[in-house]
């Protein structure tokens, strides 16, 4: 059973806009957060946003300014909108369910920004 989907993604033209939707499976209790990582290639996996189901915000520095997260803790659901893509923004970008018991992954969807 999947337990964190990502959905989005894909090919994005420099300067465009990205939206990222992901959700938890029900059979994951009391998720504290929810946010985006991300990877690119011979990179570490960095921040891209954070919420809690509190509505508190963190934002990687590399996204500051571009990006917006929001969460719906009724349908355990956490979108992240990107805009202003650069090639740097390239990478796999992956899905975090922060819950009490512990955290939860999704596989990743790509993001690729090329002309």
């Known amino acids: 059973q999947v337990q964190v989907e990502e959905s989005g993604g894909g090919l994005v033209q420099p300067g465009g806009s990205l939206r990222l939707s992901c959700v938890a499976s029900?059979?994951?209790?009391?998720?504290?957060?929810m946010g985006w990582y991300r990877q690119a290639p011979r990179s570490e996996r960095e921040l891209v946003a954070l919420?809690?189901?509190?509505?508190?915000?963190t934002y990687g520095d590399s996204v500051k300014g571009r990006c917006a997260i929001s969460i719906d803790t009724a349908e355990n659901t956490v979108t992240l909108h990107m805009n202003s893509l650069n090639i740097e923004d390239t990478a796999v970008y992956y899905c975090l369910a922060v819950a009490v018991r512990g955290q939860n992954w999704g596989q990743g969807t790509q993001v690729t920004v090329s002309s």
């Open positions: 919420i809690s189901t509190s509505g508190s915000t």
């Open positions: 029900r059979s994951i209790f009391s998720i504290i957060a």
